[in-house]
């Protein structure tokens, strides 16, 4: 059931996707809630697997590349449309691809991605709930107000500019975020490769 609701995502996206190009007015506002949902589905297919006991290593694969596929659809299509800055999603796919490819090894040698951290600075900002919460938030926030401002760009509405800066304010301070849990993976795990690497090098 989880799985079924993570893959599920991918048919919700592309509607998303769909709306955003090819939708009116009336479309694009349907579209902020179609979103909502696409993006509260990934908190529910954690809810489901962990209520139902269907936590699982596929689980938890399918539901991380899951948010890095929506994520990274979504910031690409902001830029497209001229609602940020295309330094964004360039920012966010290169942290992304560093994180993930320091991780991917640790993980091969049995290394959990969160127990890379060793500092506490390190595990506060990558591990902590209250930094994985904020940086979800921000980017849900973040997310529902550029479809909003779409939304209000295609019927001229008045209160356009100030929904438009204040989504392209916490755009940012989600780029912030993801930049402050991503580089403690980069410096701790720099030296913990290099460890490996010398231990591969005297075998």
């Given at each position: 059931?989880?799985?079924?609701?993570?893959?599920?995502?991918y048919?919700?996206?592309?509607?998303?996707?769909?709306?955003?190009?090819?939708?009116?007015?009336?479309?694009?506002?349907?579209n902020?809630?179609?979103?909502f949902?696409?993006?509260?589905?990934d908190?529910?297919?954690?809810?489901?697997a962990?209520?139902r006991?269907?936590t699982?290593?596929?689980?938890?694969t399918?539901d991380?590349?899951?948010?890095?596929?929506?994520?990274i659809?979504?910031?690409v299509i902001?830029?497209?449309?001229?609602?940020?800055?295309?330094?964004?999603?360039?920012?966010?796919v290169?942290?992304g691809?560093?994180?993930?490819?320091?991780?991917?090894v640790?993980?091969?040698?049995?290394?959990?991605?969160?127990?890379?951290m060793r500092?506490?600075?390190?595990?506060?900002?990558?591990?902590?709930?209250i930094?994985r919460?904020?940086?979800?938030?921000?980017?849900?926030?973040?997310?529902?107000?550029?479809?909003?401002t779409?939304?209000?760009?295609?019927?001229s509405?008045?209160?356009?500019?100030l929904?438009w800066?204040?989504?392209?304010?916490?755009?940012?301070?989600?780029v912030?975020?993801?930049?402050?849990?991503?580089?403690?993976?980069l410096?701790?795990?720099?030296?913990?490769?290099q460890?490996?690497?010398?231990?591969?090098k005297?075998?």
């Amino acid at each position: 059931m989880a799985n079924a609701i993570t893959m599920l995502r991918y048919p919700v996206l592309v509607a998303v996707i769909l709306l955003f190009y090819l939708g009116d007015t009336t479309a694009l506002y349907v579209n902020v809630v179609v979103l909502f949902v696409l993006l509260l589905m990934d908190t529910l297919d954690g809810m489901v697997a962990r209520r139902r006991g269907e936590t699982s290593l596929l689980g938890s694969t399918l539901d991380i590349a899951t948010d890095r596929a929506v994520e990274i659809v979504l910031w690409v299509i902001y830029a497209h449309l001229g609602l940020i800055s295309v330094a964004i999603p360039i920012i966010v796919v290169v942290r992304g691809n560093l994180v993930d490819a320091f991780r991917s090894v640790m993980v091969e040698r049995g290394v959990k991605p969160f127990d890379m951290m060793r500092s506490r600075w390190g595990r506060f900002l990558v591990a902590t709930p209250i930094m994985r919460t904020g940086y979800a938030v921000a980017k849900i926030t973040a997310f529902l107000l550029l479809a909003l401002t779409l939304a209000l760009q295609s019927g001229s509405a008045a209160a356009t500019d100030l929904v438009w800066t204040l989504a392209g304010i916490i755009s940012w301070v989600a780029v912030v975020i993801c930049l402050a849990r991503g580089i403690p993976v980069l410096i701790e795990g720099w030296p913990l490769l290099q460890r490996l690497d010398s231990k591969e090098k005297v075998k």
